[in-house]
């Protein structure tokens, strides 16, 4: 290869503090290929994703204004419009077979409270009810909660727009520091409540322990809980 | 006065946090958004021969390709955007952007990519042996003012060293006093090695991050502790002037130092949107990746030579580390460490040599303490091997060796503004009921035995020469601008209240202006080594009293007389000597914009940041601009001091122990905000003990690849791991150097608590000391044993 061709490339690593002609022997091999020169139409982008059914999430990724038609279902016969129970409101969602409620709720419900700490189940960030129960939205298959009730942080307020008692003494307790993790620790203290309305510390801090905070806010966490069992 | 300071109030971005309606970078959406991933390095050190991305780029869906070509290149040895060169186990090479990220992952598993491996280093101690190998082609350790340089020790370096840390050349050194006189008039001198591992920052939220550019200017989204300072950073990765970045930051889930200033995975879905035409662009990072790219403290392999008088008084102290310093510039925590323990422990005569060695294994950057952390927790347990051999108290040894506001810093012993340690020690041991819980130390209940420790630490805590902002408009309200960044500490907004402080407004009446580059944030620190609460306080004080000048000379514009005539109360400027002459402060705000000049802002200061001036100039005209650069004496040094109180119960049959207790005392100067210190000595007291007793990088050394990429491996601790209730308190002594005595705190109180512990499980064991952190189960069950360890003296990457 010649010094002509490395200059198409100006590696960064490559070329550090490597005498040129070593650089030049040594620069890498890039293949993009001829797909750059095939352009991709618009119309046969949306013939690929009818075709395979593939790429539609990516699109509904994007809102709403999803106008291609979709198909009833997939090759592997699940149903992919289904109806979601969210906050008391039916939402008709186009879901693949394999899609986390964390993702549908971040990406096609608009619902960015949830957040993703880790998605495998770790940290709880991503803590929602379903029937009730707490539930890491991160590992639930949405097609497993089709017509279950479920609950994310954003549905806890109420009528008026007040905020949940839980909600109300995470405020006075200055319980969240950084707040990433504080819809998670929201939605397992509203479920340890509403099983049990009078915990002991002691309780709540078990209940409480399939979330983690970096942040070491777990005694104003705690300290939150029992002032909303107290107060609500 | 509104009597602000040391009142607990609610910050307003504090219900964003309990709704979820707060947005962190991942919760933005734009029509037409891409996604992009990123292919990462699975070599510790390799050079890319090939990459055939033909069959990505085909996948329907594929967008784009960004190879290191198309980014600046980062001049060895920082951090780089993208690579052909990877220094590290998940270093990115190129990234693909598509439509969805279904598409975009599935067209990186399609890329082939062909590595030359090249040599590797995960152990410090390997590299400096002779024929070593070194984890960059150019070298393996940062000198610095130097830069990259090859050390080798020699052989006999490591045969004279025993079990014992070698100490051949040092990158570099420094002492003061005479330590061989030191030495020689000590009644007890103890020569111990010790090791300290590396540890993730496990911030919640990883660095994910969304970009787009509209009219030339692009837009990023990231996870960011710092505003202001974080912008030009960015800008340079970015290849765009700084005004024409506008830097969104308004939330970040954590950061403990790995997102203190721009960091260079950041930039990449800005690199990608320009290059598909502005197009937005989504980068989502995982847990996994986080490891690998989101920092990490560096570990220490040290060896402390201490030499004490009878009464344990510190005479002499030789130090020599060894840091553990990732592939690339890493951080300067080996320095750190040794300054902690010239001011900590006040050796009379001290000598510290160090040297950063080269490893392929994440680039290291600041965590919460960096440096100070690991050598208080390796430090504090061998202060209490004194005491005992001493006969000493562990309280009475730290006592004696205190720092006085006289006391120096570093090589230099240069001047400190405030330390109030040994006060913050006597606050503890008397609320903690030392005295008492040290008579049950060492008790047996069946299997459990008693156990106590103090721990104590340091971090420097103060800047100086940022700007402060504030306006007041035509309706009276206080808009104060901070480009300071949120952490999660809240003290944006508790160093903000300083400046209605100065002003005397009721805080329903002022407005945080903030998170956004675009809403006229003036010149900031970074929030990060606890110094947002001494050197915030210090610009919204400057703005403070800028604005406050300004509403006199109005009022006696329109009034009559002289500015110094005048007084204000109740957001109403008045004469002195006729109080019914008056102005409010809305009709001021009025008249200034009708002057103009520097009282609308239409004029700057000279010696305010080109940043600030931007945002004035946007300001301007808008009301009465407050805008002024600190320049408040500032003579040293700020100490940020704290002690940490633990009770522990061990188990000697498991080898598990719990933490009964914990109190923290910080030495923070005045009491900024209560409720905040509160969470700030108890959340630092948390990853103290994270640190202490679970946290740890591993590398495996035959293949250099990582043991630790998930939170269940890495073990930040969880609610069961910490008492339930932690309790905190505070010497609330003003520091002479601020304008309303505050310092900052953040830092110290994870060290404070972690060296604790440490002392903690070591007194319960009837004092076995391990010269390790993290201590683990099995090394406590191997000590009740009487076994010897299951990892070598020095060894790093162990369990």
């Known amino acids: ?232 | 006065m509104a009597e602000l300071i040391g009142k607990d109030f609610t910050p307003p971005d504090i219900f964003g946090k309990v709704t979820g309606r707060a947005r962190y970078a991942e919760d933005f959406r734009r029509d037409g958004m891409l996604f992009c991933r990123l292919l990462l390095s699975p070599m510790p050190h390799a050079r890319v021969r090939s990459i055939d991305a033909s069959a990505a780029l085909a996948m329907p869906g594929v967008v784009e390709i960004l190879l290191p070509d198309d980014v600046p290149e980062q001049p060895g040895p920082a951090n780089n955007i993208l690579t052909y060169e990877p220094h590290f186990v998940g270093e990115p090479i190129l990234a693909i952007a598509a439509v969805d990220e279904t598409t975009a992952h599935n067209a990186i598993q399609a890329i082939k990519l062909d590595l030359e491996p090249l040599d590797f280093c995960v152990d410090p101690l390997r590299s400096l042996r002779p024929g070593g190998p070194n984890a960059r082609t150019d070298g393996n350790t940062i000198v610095p003012r130097e830069g990259i340089r090859e050390i080798k020790w020699s052989q006999a370096d490591f045969d004279e060293a025993g079990t014992h840390l070698p100490m051949g050349q040092p990158g570099e050194e420094w002492a003061y006093g005479d330590i061989d006189a030191g030495f020689a008039e000590s009644a007890l001198v103890l020569e111990e090695s010790f090791v300290t591992a590396s540890t993730s920052h496990h911030s919640m939220e990883p660095r994910s991050a969304f970009a787009y550019w509209e009219n030339g200017k692009c837009y990023l989204h990231a996870s960011s502790q710092s505003q202001a300072l974080t912008l030009p950073g960015a800008a340079e990765y970015i290849g765009v002037e700084p005004e024409n970045l506008v830097f969104i930051a308004e939330y970040c889930g954590g950061g403990f130092g790995s997102k203190g200033s721009a960091y260079p995975v950041m930039s990449i879905p800005a690199h990608m949107s320009r290059k598909v035409g502005g197009r937005p662009v989504m980068m989502r990072i995982s847990r996994a990746e986080e490891y690998f790219l989101g920092s990490a403290r560096p570990g220490f392999q040290g060896r402390l030579k201490m030499g004490f008088r009878t009464d344990g008084r510190l005479l002499a102290v030789d130090l020599y580390i060894v840091q553990e310093n990732g592939p690339n510039q890493g951080f300067g925590d080996l320095g750190s460490a040794a300054s902690a323990v010239s001011i900590v422990y006040t050796p009379v005569n001290m000598r510290y040599r160090g040297i950063a060695i080269l490893t392929n294994t994440p680039p290291r950057g600041a965590q919460r303490g960096p440096g100070q952390n690991q050598m208080h927790t390796a430090m504090e347990p061998l202060i209490d091997k004194a005491a005992r051999e001493l006969g000493l108290d562990q309280v009475a040894i730290r006592r004696i060796n205190a720092p006085t506001h006289e006391s120096g810093y570093g090589g230099s012993q240069g001047p400190i503004s405030s330390a109030y340690l040994r006060e913050a020690l006597d606050m503890g041991a008397e609320q903690f009921g030392w005295a008492e819980r040290r008579a049950r130390s060492g008790q047996r209940e069946g299997s459990k035995v008693r156990g106590v420790g103090v721990g104590q630490a340091f971090h420097s805590a103060g800047s100086n020469g940022f700007d402060g902002l504030v306006r007041i408009t035509p309706d009276g309200r206080l808009h104060i601008h901070t480009g300071v960044g949120n952490l999660g500490t809240y003290s944006y907004a508790s160093t903000s209240r300083v400046a209605a402080e100065v002003l005397g407004y009721d805080w329903a009446n002022c407005e945080i202006h903030r998170g956004d580059s675009s809403r006229g944030l003036p010149w900031n620190n970074g929030q990060f080594g606890s110094n947002t609460s001494f050197t915030m306080t210090r610009t919204n004080y400057a703005a403070g009293m800028d604005a406050l000048q300004k509403l006199k000379e109005i009022a006696a514009l329109e009034l009559g007389g002289s500015s110094r005539d005048y007084d204000v109360a109740n957001e109403v400027v008045f004469q002195r000597a006729n109080p019914s002459r008056r102005i409010t402060y809305a009709q001021a705000a009025t008249a200034a914009i009708e002057l103009g000049g520097r009282y609308s802002g239409r004029e700057v200061p000279d010696d305010i940041n080109a940043m600030t001036r931007r945002s004035v100039e946007q300001l301007a005209g808008s009301g009465l601009v407050g805008v002024a650069r600190d320049n408040l004496e500032r003579r040293g040094t700020v100490p940020a001091l704290a002690a940490g109180f633990v009770e522990i119960e061990l188990d000697v049959e498991t080898g598990r122990y719990e933490i009964l207790d914990y109190l923290g005392v910080a030495d923070c100067g005045v009491v900024l905000h209560p409720q905040s210190l509160a969470t700030q000595i108890r959340g630092g007291g948390v990853m103290g003990f994270g640190m202490a007793g679970a946290e740890r990088h591993v590398y495996d050394p035959r293949w250099g690849l990582p043991g630790s990429v998930g939170l269940h491996q890495a073990k930040p601790p969880s609610y069961l791991d910490v008492p339930s209730e932690m309790g905190w308190a505070a010497v609330d002594q003003a520091d002479p150097e601020n304008p309303v005595g505050v310092k900052g705190i953040g830092e110290p109180l994870m060290g404070c608590a972690g060296a604790a512990l440490l002392c903690a499980i070591s007194d319960a064991l009837g004092g076995f000391y391990f010269n390790r952190t993290p201590v683990v189960a099995d090394m406590i069950i191997n000590a009740i044993a009487g076994r010897s360890q299951s990892h070598r003296p020095l060894q790093v990457n162990t369990q």
């Open chain 1, 1 to 232: 290869m010649s010094d002509s061709d490395l200059s198409g490339f100006g590696p960064a690593g490559t070329t550090r503090g490597l005498p040129t002609a070593m650089a030049a022997a040594q620069a890498p091999e890039i293949i993009l290929a001829d797909a750059r020169s095939t352009s991709w139409s618009r119309r046969d982008f949306i013939k690929g994703i009818v075709a395979s059914g593939a790429t539609v999430a990516g699109l509904s990724y994007f809102g709403a204004g999803c106008t291609t038609p979709l198909p009833a279902q997939t090759a592997g016969g699940v149903e992919r419009l289904i109806s979601l129970d969210v906050n008391g409101q039916t939402r008709r969602v186009d879901v693949l077979p394999g899609e986390t409620l964390a993702m549908t709720l971040r990406y096609k419900l608009g619902l960015t409270g949830t957040k993703l700490g880790c998605d495998r189940a770790e940290c709880g960030a991503c803590t929602v009810l379903i029937g009730g129960v707490t539930h890491y939205s991160c590992s639930t298959l949405t097609h497993r909660v089709r017509g279950r009730e479920i609950t994310t942080v954003e549905g806890l307020a109420g009528p008026n727009g007040e905020l949940h008692p839980v909600q109300q003494a995470f405020v006075a307790e200055l319980s969240p520091q950084c707040g990433f993790c504080t819809p998670g620790q929201v939605m397992a203290a509203v479920a340890l409540l509403d099983r049990n309305p009078n915990p002991t510390r002691e309780e709540a801090r078990v209940a409480m322990s399939g979330n983690l905070c970096r942040c070491g806010a777990y005694h104003n966490y705690l300290d939150g809980v029992m002032r909303a069992a107290r107060e609500a």
